[in-house]
């Protein structure tokens, strides 16, 4: 049923009506590019230092020392290769064809048990969308007389499910085999589309090779929740130089909302895959596998909510995690170009990150609680001299290509959960992805250190140790361990303090979906 | 008190009139005062002569307080009515306790046991005479007032003489009590049955202020002969002594000035400007006359043995019409009821004269420091009455200044910041390091065999020393008076950086900038060096603001700031050239970067050319030094046997001659200043949590104009430094790039005001102003801070033991400045040239730098050498400087 424009009037109130500010093209390409050629040729110094004879202190944190080194530098390596990507991107907004009145578009909204107020303003800007002609499902995987009710008011396709097996991929799969639409918008329930959106990225498949086209999910209550605000602080840095970097290489990837895709792409591959608890991810590499082109088209054209406590945070992050780190077989596996191979291993191996934290996090504690030191005392200098210029350049790199988007709390979030990484990269061992968890709604007032307290524990075992370690010496290079203690410190408690003072209460309108079927985002 | 108007002479020249009159009483009391000395000398044996010299001092004593309580009566009837009732007992009880006590204790400071009377009427005397008097200028009754202070002399004279005749030493004292007591009664029937006129209607407080503010300028006047007294040798003491007295004399016919001034001013502004002509006219004329006869004056009065004053009289006697005009202004502010100020700004400038005094060295030194302070005093005092009399309130000009000091709590907070980062600055921790001592050496040549002198055997452009050329011929070349002109553009840098920084960022930004530059370690080290430093951090800071207004708005001022900043840069230091290309490059990178954006860059450009066309014209004449000096360095050897420019690095050195631990002790150095090299290895181990900074800095967003020449240049110069000093070791040394000290300084108050609460910024800065207060202090007063070498107390130390016939021979060779600053009438020679047979006195070998090893062998050597021909000599240290003297 073709989408009729409702006359109820849009809830002004809402965050999500907002213009965002945040331009997904910023960020100087040229600077950048130089100054991550002059900071991967110091990575290259650093190690080739790291790995020269004699180096070698205690063998075991030597070896987990190289060993979590290597890593990073990979990933920072992966990250310059990526941003190198962006020259070959699509020029933001551009506007291949005129797009039919012909042309027809479902806009699939699967909910769950997200607020009717969350949804409403979603599917009252889906019927708003211009371009083509538009029919609005709400996929009700609750079967709710309420959201029933909207649809009729609203004027859009209800579109009920009394099986929910599957999740969101189950959902939109049931709706995709009861309509037709040769493009299908899909949107999650908290997302709020502007009336362009189709408009800007309809256009794209005049190529017809592309199968989908994703657009940036922008949190709209950044600017009023600390947590939410640090969500999207990560998210700006992927959607941001990462996602055009990743167009260019031709491995942009679902991510999950906001994303236009063309229906006989997704009948190729037999539909959204429900073995996966990021189906975007794993749909996406079915894609590229089955030669499709993707497209990411960096201008906010909808609006979300991000996560608004710990608890929310922490509940994402493990889902990605395990989600993503799921994905490394299938990637390994898939039949792709070796770019594209390598930039989905980038992405899914980032969730590995916590476990190189770990190991950094060890080293002050060894060296104080037992004199152990990775590296030999006699290239204390020497260290510095080669980690500091690769460390300030890369800083530098992040900072210009990010455009300031990326900032110390969201560095120091994904820091101070290292151990999601490390829980989720254990389960994944063991086989036990586990499945779906919904969000919990809105954000806590009070403080959730129970959320974080892998986190606090860690911190209360630094300052133990800190406290033993200034009890025993006062020598240069137990202050230089002490100094990378309080170092952790600050990341730590930086990074839990949303757990610590609890979320800023958000208007009953702006409670966030806590929708499970967000896209990773993948800093 | 009745307050009734008492027709009285107004106009400029009625008041000229009285202040001239009053003035003449004045000079003839004093003529008469001397002629009843100079009756008493020949009269009496010099034993009596003595006693009642000690007399008139203890008369003067007692007087200076209560004339200071004369001038508080003036301004306050209240004051005059609180003290009259307490002045008998007051009166009673001093007098009986000094005649006690000079009937107990007299003949131990030379008064005899019978001076206990006329003692004990001097104190009761001196307060009744001061109320007294006080009413009369109050009552303006100048008539009165001439009579009160003719008759002093008059009795000591007619009197006097008989009874110096009769009872000597005591009966000239009890005349010199008499005509203080008969004054009292001439200027009681004075004020007899007279209406008082409009005795001072302020409140009793601010007369009290008043005589605090008195107080200070007494202090001001006289503390300098005793401090001299108690500190210099016999010789420059009897100099001063002769300086003080002529000078004192050029300040005493206008000593009433104030109090014959301020019962008027408030009514009638001509009162200012006659006690100023007066005093102005007098202090000018008797400038004239010491400058141009200091020598036969001085040779006339006190003979030949005082002539080294004769040059200096012109100094001291300028000094003193400074501080008479000074006085003036002083009376005109606490008429105006602003006792209180005043009172504080005396004072202030009296512990800074303590300050000066406490490090001059010479006679001429300690007259340098009595000019300076007396300057600072009248230069302080000026600029408040302009303001007080409204000469430029009004204006936008007062607006703008009341608004950038005073406004609001970031210029109030800057503002206190600049007053204390020059009080931080004056107190001066260490004597003159080598570096200095030559700047002074060279000062103290004529200009043209200066500029010579730099030019043959210098590596840095003239600018410093032309400062101190012509300061020291002002100021003397005392310890601290030679490093007035430095300290003072150092302490400029505090509110200079809260014009950037308010310019740049925020208020609150400016004000955090300002206290850093008040207190950072570095920036008060070097500004108390009597070497371009301050002037160099004080340039680079105008050149970056101008650069970034220029870059912002790119007006023809901007340019012409930028302009004089860079030259500026170049006159001072070689090394500034890091900075000047590194903001040439900045400047490039925006205008290319303006293009890229299609942004109009015409006028960049045009503003840009004009700067350079600026520059070359104003760096032109350095080519006279740069070429000469070029050559002189090439021929030396590329800096051979010139003085160290890193010392006291040994913790820069941690791993070899250029590491990267050395450049994160520069670093350090640069933001938490010099410390024991036990604590820098401490603080450099701590490197991590400069990690923290940089991820601080994450996520701040595209850089505010400005922010790209704060940067470069806080980073650039001292990075080239570092590369440089691959190829030559010596060259890497922090203050090589101080320039950037203030960009650093800004960029970290940037960082302290990026919390979005006003609470987060205060912490902030509250925290990085306590560190920089905590490395200050450790800097300053430790005694392990490698940098501090107390040349002054070793070569003092061996002044005071030497006598004559001994040799002071030294090593390395480039300690001879310092030794010809210290000690120029110890015969010195290199210790390398001493030859033990031929030297009849004791050897004293000063040697330092003996941490370097060729520097220890060869005095090593030497000493082996001396020990084998005198005997063990004696060994003992100061500072990083060690003596050994063989018999």
Not at chain 2, 277 to 288: D, E, Q, W
């Amino acid at each position: 049923m073709t989408a009729l424009l409702t006359p109820t009037p849009p809830t002004p109130s809402d965050v999500r009506h907002r213009r965002s500010r945040w331009d997904p093209t910023a960020g100087g390409t040229a600077v950048a590019g130089v100054v991550a050629t002059i900071a991967a040729a110091l990575s290259l110094w650093y190690l080739g230092w790291l790995l020269a004879p004699g180096r070698m202190g205690h063998p075991f944190l030597y070896v987990a020392l190289v060993v979590a080194e290597v890593f990073n530098l990979t990933q920072a390596v992966g990250f310059w290769w990526t941003l190198a990507g962006r020259r070959r991107a699509t020029p933001a907004g551009a506007r291949l064809h005129h797009v039919p009145a012909t042309t027809t578009v479902d806009v699939l909204i699967p909910v769950y048990d997200e607020p009717v107020e969350v949804i409403a303003p979603t599917v009252m800007a889906a019927t708003r969308l211009r371009a083509g002609t538009v029919r609005v499902v709400l996929c009700d995987d609750g079967c709710r007389d309420e959201l029933r009710a909207l649809a009729r008011d609203l004027g859009v396709d209800y579109l009920p499910r009394e099986a929910s097996h599957g999740a969101k991929a189950g959902n939109l799969n049931h709706a995709l085999a009861r309509t037709d639409g040769t493009f299908v918008l899909v949107l999650d329930s908290d997302h709020v589309a502007r009336p362009e959106l189709l408009e800007r990225t309809l256009p794209h498949f005049a190529d017809a090779t592309v199968a989908f086209v994703q657009t940036p999910q922008w949190y709209a209550n950044a600017d009023d929740n600390e947590m939410a605000g640090t969500a999207w602080e990560q998210q700006a840095l992927f959607f941001g130089p990462i996602a055009r970097g990743k167009e260019g290489h031709g491995a942009m990837f679902c991510c999950g909302t906001n994303v236009v895709f063309r229906r006989a792409a997704l009948d190729a591959i037999g539909g959204f895959p429900t073995d996966s608890i990021t189906e975007d991810f794993a749909m996406s590499i079915r894609v590229h596998e089955d030669g499709w082109r993707t497209v990411y088209v960096p201008e906010v054209l909808a609006a979300g909510l991000g996560p608004e406590d710990a608890a929310a945070y922490v509940g994402q992050q493990d889902r990605w995690a395990r989600g993503c780190l799921t994905g490394i077989r299938p990637a390994l596996q898939a039949r792709l170009p070796w770019r594209v191979k390598l930039q989905y291993l980038l992405s899914a191996g980032f969730f590995l990150t916590g476990w190189t934290y770990l190991v950094y996090l060890l080293l002050p504690v060894v060296r104080l609680a037992t004199g152990d030191q990775p590296i030999a005392a006699e290239g204390a200098d020497q260290f510095l001299l080669h980690f500091a210029p690769y460390f300030g350049l890369s800083l530098l790199t992040v900072s210009i290509a990010g455009a300031g988007a990326y900032t110390f709390r969201a560095y120091a979030t994904t820091m101070a959960t290292f151990w999601i990484h490390v829980r989720a990269s254990l389960a994944v061992l063991v086989g036990r992805t586990g499945g779906f968890r919904v969000t919990p709604k809105g954000g806590a007032a009070r403080p959730q250190p129970a959320a974080m307290w892998p986190t606090l524990v860690a911190a209360l075992v630094l300052v133990s140790v800190a406290v033993i370690g200034l009890t025993r010496e006062l020598s240069a290079s137990a202050l230089n361990n002490l100094a990378f203690v309080a170092l952790h410190l600050v990341i730590l408690l930086r990074g839990a303090w949303p757990a610590l003072v609890g979320a800023a209460v958000p208007e009953p309108s702006t409670q966030p979906s806590g929708t499970p079927r967000d896209g990773p985002a993948v800093p | 008190m009745t307050s009734l108007a008492t027709p009285y002479p107004v106009g400029l020249r009625r008041h000229l009139r009285v202040q001239v009159g009053v003035g003449a009483g004045q000079v003839v009391a004093g003529v008469g005062n001397l002629l009843f000395s100079v009756i008493a000398a020949r009269l009496l044996a010099p034993r009596g002569f003595a006693s009642l010299t000690a007399f008139l001092a203890l008369a003067m004593l007692v007087a200076v307080p209560a004339g200071s309580l004369a001038a508080g009566t003036v301004l306050s009837s209240a004051l005059h009515d609180r003290v009259a009732t307490h002045t008998r007992w007051v009166g009673a009880v001093s007098s009986v306790a000094l005649g006690v006590a000079v009937g107990l204790a007299g003949p131990s400071v030379g008064l005899p046991r019978a001076m206990a009377l006329p003692a004990a009427a001097l104190p009761a005397v001196a307060l009744a005479l001061a109320l007294a008097r006080g009413q009369l200028y109050a009552a303006r009754r100048p008539g009165r007032v001439i009579a009160t202070l003719v008759t002093e002399p008059l009795v000591r004279v007619g009197a006097g003489t008989a009874l110096l005749l009769v009872a000597g030493a005591a009966g000239g004292a009890l005349a010199v009590a008499l005509a203080g007591a008969l004054a009292l009664v001439v200027a009681r029937r004075g004020l007899a049955g007279s209406p008082l006129g409009r005795p001072g209607g302020l409140a009793a407080a601010s007369g009290a202020q008043g005589v605090a503010a008195f107080l200070a300028l007494a202090l001001v006047q006289n503390q300098d002969v005793l401090l001299v007294n108690a500190r210099l040798s016999d010789d420059a003491a009897g100099t001063f002594a002769v300086l003080s007295m002529l000078g004192g004399a050029a300040l005493f016919a206008v000593w009433n000035a104030p109090m014959v001034l301020m019962p008027d001013t408030r009514d009638d502004p001509s009162a200012l400007r006659a006690a100023l002509a007066m005093t102005v006219a007098v202090g000018v004329a008797a400038t004239g006359v010491a400058t141009a006869f200091g020598g036969p004056l001085v040779e006339a009065l006190v003979g030949a043995p005082y002539r080294d004053a004769g040059p200096l009289l012109g100094r001291y006697v300028a000094a003193m019409a400074l501080l008479g005009v000074a006085r003036v202004l002083i009376g005109d502010r606490c008429a105006h009821g602003r006792a209180r100020s005043t009172a504080v700004l005396t004072g202030v400038v009296a512990v800074v004269h303590v300050a000066l005094l406490a490090t001059a060295t010479t006679a001429a030194g300690a007259a340098g420091a009595t000019l300076v302070s007396t300057a600072l005093l009248l230069g302080l005092t000026a600029g408040l009455v302009a303001f007080d009399h409204r000469v430029v309130d009004g204006s936008a000009v007062t607006a703008r200044i009341r608004a950038a000091v005073w406004a609001d709590a970031p210029a109030r907070v800057a503002t206190v910041a600049t007053g204390v980062g020059l009080l931080l600055r004056f107190v001066v921790t260490r004597g003159l390091w080598l570096d200095e001592a030559i700047t002074v050496a060279q000062a103290r040549l004529p200009f043209g065999e200066m500029i010579d002198t730099i030019a043959r055997t210098d590596v840095h452009p003239p600018a410093h020393q032309a400062v101190l050329w012509a300061w020291v011929r002002v100021a003397g070349d005392g310890e601290l008076a030679v490093r007035v002109p430095f300290v003072l553009a150092g302490a400029a840098l505090a509110p200079l950086l809260f014009a950037v920084g308010r310019d740049l960022y925020s208020r609150r930004a400016g004000a955090i900038a300002a206290v850093l530059g008040a207190v950072a370690p570095l920036a008060v080290w070097y500004s108390q060096e009597a070497r371009m430093y301050s002037l160099y951090m004080l340039c680079s800071l105008v050149a970056v603001w101008g650069q970034a207004r220029a870059m912002r708005a790119g007006r023809p001022r901007d340019w012409a700031l930028f302009v004089i900043g860079t030259t500026g840069l170049l006159w001072t230091h070689w090394f500034a050239v890091l900075q000047v290309a590194t903001q040439q490059v900045v400047l490039l990178v925006h205008v290319v970067r303006s293009r890229r954006a299609a942004r109009p860059v015409a006028r960049t450009v045009w503003g840009w050319a004009g700067s350079l066309a600026g520059l070359a014209m104003l760096l032109a004449p350095l080519l006279l030094v740069v070429g000469p000096q070029l050559a002189a360095y090439a021929g030396r050897g590329a800096g051979l046997d010139v003085t160290p420019s890193q010392t006291g690095g040994s913790a820069a050195n941690l791993t070899g001659d250029l590491s990267i631990y050395r450049l994160a002790v520069n670093a350090v150095w640069a933001v938490a200043g010099y410390h024991a090299n036990e604590t820098m290895v401490l603080l450099v181990a701590m490197w991590p949590l400069a990690m923290l900074a940089a991820f601080a800095m994450l996520g701040r967003g595209p850089w505010r104009p400005g922010t790209d020449v704060l940067v470069a240049v806080a980073t650039i110069p001292m990075l080239v430094l570092f590369g440089l000093g691959a190829l030559k070791s010596n060259l890497f040394e922090v203050r090589y790039v101080i320039g950037s000290l203030p960009a650093v300084l800004l960029l970290l108050a940037r960082a302290a005001d990026l919390p979005r609460r006003r609470a987060g910024t205060v912490a902030a800065g509250t925290a990085l102003a306590l560190a920089s207060i905590v490395g200050l202090a450790d800097q300053q007063l430790n005694a392990d801070n490698p940098r501090r070498y107390a040349f002054d107390a070793a070569i003092r130390s061996v002044a005071a033991d030497a006598a004559p016939g001994d040799v002071v021979a030294y090593a390395p060779t480039f300690l001879a400045p310092v030794l010809s600053y210290y000690a120029p009438e110890l015969e010195a020679r290199p210790l390398t040239s001493i030859d033990p047979d031929r030297t009849d006195g004791r050897i004293h070998v000063v040697a330092s730098f003996l941490d370097e090893q060729p520097q220890a062998s060869e005095v090593g050597a030497a000493l082996a050498e001396l020990e084998q021909a005198r005997g063990r000599g004696e060994r003992r240290e100061a500072g990083n400087v060690s003596i050994w003297t063989f018999p």
